[in-house]
């Protein structure tokens, strides 16, 4: 389910096709798709936030969070359990 959400709040914030929803958990995301700049990334967070109910601290933005889908759902579901 967690995995779900956030690929369809990257498809959202992206703007991206329908065919981008074959995202899997080994996609690449940064330096692969070229939506996914700083703007992009600021917005994806804040939808995070909004969606799962907690808050990211500067601290924990990483490029290592945003090298897959499955790093980025990684690191919401320790934020859920954290």
Known sequence: MTQDIVKQIIIKNLNLSASMSDLILTSPLLGAIPELDSMAVVSIITSLE???GFTI???EISSENF???GSLVEFVEIKLNG
């Open 50 to 52: 909004e969606s799962f």
């Open 57 to 59: 601290y500067d601290d």
């Open 67 to 69: 090298q897959s889908l």
